[in-house]
């Protein structure tokens, strides 16, 4: 039981911290650690057995991830072309 609780809380985070980092996007200060945050809970979830949000909050977080990618690939772009 104990087991099974604490795997069921490591994905409903992961969720819960997926979903804010993708809200939150424009604040990268607070959405780079909790998508982060939400890829490793979703990863550690997932082993422990609480399989579907563990999956919700790993999506989240790789899509976050990749948002700030393409904002900071496109801000640097556009940085060495003023240049």
């Known amino acids: 039981m104990e087991g099974n609780q604490e795997s069921k809380g490591l ?42 949000m563990g999956i919700a909050g790993l999506v989240l977080g790789i899509i ?3 948002i700030l990618a393409l904002g900071a690939l496109g801000i640097f772009s556009i940085g060495s072309a003023l240049v």
């Open 11 to 52: 994905s409903i985070a992961s969720m819960v911290l997926g979903i804010i980092s993708l809200v939150l996007c424009c604040f990268i200060y607070i959405s780079l650690p909790c998508a982060i945050l939400a890829v490793i809970f979703g990863i550690v979830g997932m082993k422990k057995g609480g399989k579907g």
């Open 64 to 66: 976050t991830l990749a």
